[in-house]
Antibody, heavy 117, light 110 residues
Framework: QVQLVESGGGVVQPGRSLRLSCEVS????????MHWVRQAPGKGLEWVAA????????CYADSVKGRFTISRDDSKNTLYLQMNSLRVDDAAVYFC??????????WGQGTLVTVSS | QTVVTQEPSFSVSPGGTVTLTCGLS?????????PSWYQQTPGQPPRTLIY???TRSSGVPDRFSGSILGNKAALTITGAQAHDDSYYYC??????????FGGGTKVTVL
């Protein structure tokens, strides 16, 4: 079955950068769009970004547009999220999820990003 | 900016029925928004329950059903069980190729 494993989280100072990875197995990765969704401590889910199955389109929430970049490497079955100019309110658990038809379907366990000076 | 609305909380008795809704701050929810529903317990990733309005994800019991009710998407839990005590989120696919989650509903079974 599909497995998604996020990595790359950690503690970072405001204004710095971090890159998250999501390694996917059990499916033909290049056939699927992918999402990043985050959840701040004690808060609800927030959609962050999506990338089409062929990488032709990338979409972002207004809260991260211009600072975050979603990308994929199909040769490595891996999804990425490059996060620049991090702010305190970017602190969250970041989940990657597979899209199977205009919705996030299968989810990873998440990776925690803490933004603090 | 479009807001997706959900009730903050609901309480239901064991064996009872509860209907959660998912609306838009402006306009009506339709099948073209591909409304989907997730269950989440603290410390766990979301679990997909319903996608594309009314299709149950694999392994989800038929106690959970999705629909459009009036101008909102709805998730109905029939015959609530203790382990249904959880948070429930909806997400809508909006024009401009963005997705927006609702704020979530805490369902308490007691």
């Amino acid at each position: 079955q599909v497995q998604l494993v996020e990595s790359g989280g950690g503690v970072v100072q405001p204004g710095r950068s971090l890159r998250l990875s999501c390694e996917v197995s059990g499916i033909i990765f290049s056939n699927h769009g992918m999402h990043w969704v985050r959840q701040a401590p004690g808060k609800g889910l927030e959609w962050v970004a999506a990338i089409w199955y062929d990488g032709s389109k990338k979409c972002y929430a207004d809260s991260v547009k211009g600072r975050f970049t979603i990308s994929r490497d199909d040769s490595k079955n891996t999804l990425y999220l490059q996060m620049n100019s991090l702010r305190v309110d970017d602190a969250a658990v970041y989940f990657c999820a597979r899209d199977t038809g205009r919705y996030p379907a299968d989810w990873g366990q998440g990776t925690l990003v803490t933004v603090s000076s | 900016q479009t807001v997706v609305t959900q009730e903050p909380s609901f309480s239901v008795s064991p064996g009872g029925t509860v209907t959660l809704t998912c609306g838009l701050s402006s306009g009506s929810v339709s099948t073209s928004h591909y409304p989907s529903w997730y269950q989440q317990t603290p410390g766990q990733p979301p679990r997909t329950l319903i996608y594309a309005t009314n299709t149950r994800s694999s392994g989800v019991p038929d106690r959970f059903s999705g629909s459009i009710l009036g101008n909102k998407a709805a998730l109905t839990i029939t015959g609530a069980q203790a382990h249904d005590d959880s948070y429930y989120y909806c997400v809508l696919y909006l024009s401009g190729d963005i997705w927006v989650f609702g704020g979530g509903t805490k369902v308490t079974v007691l």
